[in-house]
């Protein structure tokens, strides 16, 4: 009894001296998860990224809305033109129609009768009555600033639907019954509606009644009288719409749809960070980027006056020094040794002397920005926020003594596809109307340059000559 | 490479480091999953559903205990998980008997030791290899498994008595077996 003990200890006791291994094929399966959850981290980032676009275009958006609505290159802006013709000439029209009613009232001898008409007006007024005053909202509207006409933008529209329905309503009012039916139909219309047709009737009446003119000629016939006022009317109007066109015209700044940059760009890699990540041993070694040039280009798209997107590419090279480094010691783990290269053999070709390792990287970069203008004159500045994709071209690892060096491989962390971040700044002075230089200084925050390193930045001034390539 | 700039690494999410980091503790955290897993397959499956869940949450561990103690916690946790997922209820009988052996009563290898674990019940094989191998307390137990402290008390019993029963058989017919090799 006395060697008796608890079944639970007795297991324990046994178990603790237990020693297995798992099989090799768990470390594959578990490294190729790994693997797979890194390259899925980068669809989020795409996700971040593009939303932070947006999210700027969006913070852009109210600065610009009023060349936008305008400006925008995708619309036509013929079609534009067209349209307020059309309005211009359907408000002449209207206006006319309007002017034979008024004269029309006027050779019925009774002047009170026009007025009457005038203060309540029929369905037809109404659909004329909201043509004029759309006409008239666009002229004057073209006679006031910008602001107020693209302010009013959301009113037009409203305006047009109201218009719509008048013009509706007035094809009612051909038929029999008509104003009778109009009437319960636009007391049928929505409140909103309701408003602003009040109010656009009402503009029109109280305009109707400062330009009606009576008839003090009474020495002529009816049929004079017609053609005359009909004739001073033309005379009034015409200049009108034509000064109203050139105002609209003019009030359209047009500018480049698109331009293409080409670069030089000073560039520093590694901005506040002076460590090596080569291993972690180098922690203490002293590591500095050298400022390489980089050239590259950009075609660009004007999306309003201010605000335009641009895509690019370049080739950016990145080349950073580890000073002084003691090869006397194992492999370093971020570096891929070319076959029969290793520390001990870079030992006994150096002499064991403490070497310089030389990092050499080149990437394709393909930057997608967008640029907003701050200052727009003889000289001008931006701002740029966008991000960039960057290809793996050149990865070499070479150690340097005494004007001696040997490549000794790559490195094996980097990736093949990294991605960065873009701020900073544009600075322009216009040469001609199609040609200006720039000079835009900017940081690229890399966010994974390679796997589990530090992210680094970099600092660009891309100087050169941006030329438009219409207008 | 001492621990803390190895979990640093691993946190950077270098491939060289968490392959150390695995080599390091595979075995510990592979016995650790035989005793919670009903055979070397399912082990296998949980350590790798552990070392996935140590490394995503690498950068969680905040250093105040030890690293071991994190990563064995996960990968116990993770046994847990899948006993969850796949719960069975387990007839729990009150037939309270005696659950002392003598210790020559088990002079076994370590893989039938082992195998007579992994053979109880998933549930039984749990409570057990909590309190008696990784002292943990039925207070804990009963919040790890989702049961009462009660239940934990009567699974454990019901554990060591089956080991009991399954002890003594192997007894037996080792005796029978030697009985008719004249031994």
Known sequence: MENKKDIGKAFRDKIDGLDKSPSPKVWDSINAELKKKKKRRLLPFWIKTTGIAILFLFLLLPFSTLEWSRNFPFYNNNKTDATEKNNTSNGTNDNNSSTTNSTDTSNSGNSKIGHEKINSPTSQDNANSSDNASARNSISSSEKSKITKFKSSNAFQKKSKIKALAQNSSKAAKSKSKKSRLGNRSSEKAPFEKDVLSQTTNTTIAENQRNYIPNTETDLTPAEKKKDSLKEKKKEKKPEVKDEKKTVKDSVKPFSKFYVFGYVAPTYYGLFSNKSSLDSRLENNKSSAEFTFNFGGYIGVNITERLNLRLGASLSKFNTTTQNVNFNTSNFENIEYKPGITNSSIVAQFNNENLDIREEYSFLEIPFELKYTLLDKKIGMEVIGGISTLYLNKNTIEVEKNNQSLIIGKRSDLLKVHFTTNFGAGFYYKISKNLRFNAEPIFKYHFNPSEGSPKKISFGLQTGLQYNLNN | ?183
């Open chain 2, 1 to 183: 490479m001492n621990l803390e700039s190895l979990i640093k690494d691993c946190i950077r999410q270098k491939s060289k480091a968490q392959e150390e980091l695995y080599n390091r503790y595979k075995d510990i955290l592979f016995v650790l999953s035989l005793k919670y897993c009903s055979n070397e397959a399912e082990a296998e499956d949980n350590l790798h559903n552990a070392f996935i869940e140590i490394f995503t949450n690498i950068k969680k561990y905040n250093g105040s205990g030890s690293f071991e103690g994190w990563i064995k916690r996960i990968t116990i946790n993770k046994a847990i998980d899948s006993y969850k997922k796949s719960y069975q209820m387990v007839p729990i009988k009150d037939d309270f008997q005696d659950t002392l052996i003598e210790e020559k009563e088990i002079d076994f290898s370590l893989d039938t030791i082992l195998s007579l674990i992994q053979e109880l019940p998933t549930q039984y094989r749990l409570v057990f290899s909590l309190y008696e191998l990784d002292d943990y307390s039925h207070k804990e137990i009963a919040q790890m498994l989702e049961i009462s402290e009660n239940t934990s008390k009567s699974n454990l019993h019901r554990a060591k008595t089956i080991l009991k029963e399954k002890i003594k058989q192997k007894n037996s017919f080792q005796n029978n077996y030697n009985i008719s090799n004249g031994e």
